[in-house]
């Protein structure tokens, strides 16, 4: 567990700070470190900037209750790519995957629960206790999912088919028109193997409400609740907004060792997942830096970037900068006023940052008893392992949820995604005792009947969220050792998430694909000659998923070529 811990250089103990880099890059999360380490590979010099006293951003682990390590903002792992783990070599780096099975419990005030997992027969008898055509419908929908992900699938690894940004020369232009041309080709393909009704199905998933899409399959609410979870996490849209189809897509389109869309815990918490590829950035040759606040971006007047300065005042020169902080931060704080042209920065300035969720780590001294399940052993049962599904029992009350946030109020019965890794991870906690995540929804970012700043409000709304709980396991809140609360202002100041959204910016329709982060910007390069983006704010959005990172390295070596 050394290497959870292991320390990153400092900006004061740096002693090349007149070295040019050909790449610096803005913000140690996993997409920044991703970056690095194909930049690093391609043959360029690249240090890595990171602000906190740890790298990793929101896939962080960090010890702050003595004997506790809490995976502290995000705590499951599904969507890193594929290619990612395989290319960066992730598991000679230290990264094991803890699979979960079941997956899924949702325990019911009237003594019932639904426990789901990856075992078909097992599933099939579970939904049958709450209805047998949901039992039968089951399977079908979990595989109309599974090829709308196959057909999603090739979009996620590669830059956008985006328009071409400046002048340029006719070869240059006619390879681009080329390039796009095959894209879209690839897609009509996959499009025509997809077939008529899929591809409408499909259309009717990413624009409806998840609760249509929802209803129109399954009758239980049990069923439904457990699935709707997917279509709201990390929003602020209720399962009745149109669209809210596409997020429960995008968390199912991930997987674990080729396992389609199971999520794992990983060992030494989620923070393993960034120092895995740290090594790897550091082995191909990257520098990281810790401590290393950036405050503004170096502008010639030529408008190409050349540079950044650090919050101590030391100036590292460089040919590109990448950033991994969000497209709000990059461009309306590090960015010199009066460099960006008006639409794009009105267009920045206007994007939905906004965010409904906060997270909640707890140390415990035993494991939650629920009562549904009829066990008073402190043993770890199949309903631990998985996502814990707490809180409102129907689509209505999820809606009512999102109602109370948009109201101004955090939600009077909060849905929350209980999470315990220290039943499969034994490094994480003392012998005997529990790490717990609580992922919360909906908690605005300025309540309209308190602060967040004021410590008794802010321990009424944990206290509300134990209670509840409570509810289903009875003691719970006496297991408490201690926790951590995160709510959208800590989010921000913390992380450096923009609102406190966990995915650099809404995943709405809007602000998808090549309008993400703002239209006809959408393939990592920005206004600015050298600057590029690298974070979740663009394709193909947030989760743990590298790609971003890795997409836009891959721009960045294709322009080092042409130059």
């Not at 047998?132 to 599974?146: I, T």
């Not at 009066?338 to 940052?353: E, G, M, T």
């Not at 719970?476 to 998430?497: H, K, N």
Request: glycine share 8%; with cysteine.
């Amino acid at each position: 567990m050394w290497r959870q811990f292991r320390k990153f250089s400092s900006s004061s103990s740096f002693s090349a700070k007149e070295k040019k880099w050909d790449a610096l890059i803005i913000g140690g999360g996993h997409n920044g470190l991703t970056a690095a380490a194909y930049l690093a590979r391609s043959g360029l010099s690249v240090a890595v900037l990171e602000r906190r006293h740890i790298i990793g951003g929101a896939a962080v682990t960090e010890e702050l209750i003595p004997g506790f390590k809490f995976s502290r903002c995000s705590y499951l792992q599904s969507l890193l790519r594929p290619c990612v783990i395989k290319e960066l070599e992730l598991k000679r780096h230290g990264l094991k995957l803890l699979k979960r099975s079941p997956s899924s419990f949702t325990p019911r005030l009237d003594g019932r629960y639904l426990l789901l997992g990856s075992d078909k027969e097992h599933n099939y008898s579970e939904i049958s206790k709450f209805s047998k055509s949901d039992a039968d419908a089951y399977s079908r929908y979990e595989s109309q999912l599974d090829k709308f992900c196959e057909f999603m699938d090739p979009l996620l690894d590669s830059s956008t088919p985006e328009t071409l940004q400046g002048s340029s020369h006719l070869s240059t232009r006619m390879r681009h028109k080329l390039q796009n041309s095959a894209f879209w080709a690839n897609c009509l393909r996959r499009a025509l193997h997809l077939g008529q009704k899929d591809l409408v199905d499909l259309m009717d998933l990413l624009l409806a409400p998840a609760s249509k899409v929802l209803n129109n399959w399954f009758e239980a609410d049990v069923l439904k609740v457990t699935l709707a979870t997917d279509a709201v996490i990390g929003s602020t849209a209720s399962v009745h907004t149109p669209g809210s189809g596409y997020v429960l897509l995008h968390h199912v389109m991930g997987e674990s060792d080729g396992d389609r869309g199971i999520w794992s815990y990983v060992e030494g918490g989620m923070g393993s997942v960034s120092l895995a590829i740290a090594a790897a950035a550091e082995e191909a040759g990257a520098t990281i830096l810790t401590n290393a606040e950036v405050s503004k971006l170096m502008i010639e007047d030529t408008g190409r970037v050349h540079g950044v300065l650090l919050a101590d005042g030391t100036i590292l020169h460089s040919s590109v900068v990448l950033s991994n902080a969000t497209p709000f931060k990059t461009f309306m704080d590090l960015v010199p006023d009066d460099v960006l042209p008006h639409d794009f920065q009105n267009a920045i300035k206007c994007s939905d940052y906004r965010s409904a969720t906060s997270k909640i780590n707890l140390a415990v001294d035993r494991l939650p008893q629920f009562q549904c399940c009829n066990l008073s052993h402190p043993d770890a049962g199949p309903q631990h392992g998985g996502t814990i599904h707490i809180g409102p029992e129907s689509i209505e009350e999820m809606h009512s949820a999102a109602q109370d946030a948009e109201n101004g109020l955090p939600s009077r019965r909060p849905i929350i995604e209980m999470t315990i890794p220290t039943v499969f991870d034994k490094t994480i906690s003392p012998s005997g005792k529990h790490v717990i995540g609580l992922f919360i929804q909906y908690t605005p970012y300025k309540p309209s009947d308190g602060s967040w700043e004021n410590p008794v409000y802010r321990e009424s709304f944990a206290q509300r969220c134990f209670s509840l709980i409570d509810e289903y396991a009875p003691g719970f809140s006496s297991s408490i050792i201690g926790y951590d609360m995160l709510t959208p202002p800590d989010l921000e100041r913390e992380i450096g998430l923009t609102g406190g959204n966990i995915f650099h910016g809404s995943m709405g329709l809007d602000s998808l694909f090549l309008m993400r982060p703002v239209k006809g910007w959408s393939n990592y390069r920005t206004p600015i000659e050298g600057l590029y983006l690298c974070g979740s704010g663009t394709h193909p959005g947030g989760g743990v998923m590298g790609a971003p990172g890795r997409n836009a390295a891959n721009v960045v070596i294709e322009d080092f070529k042409k130059s």
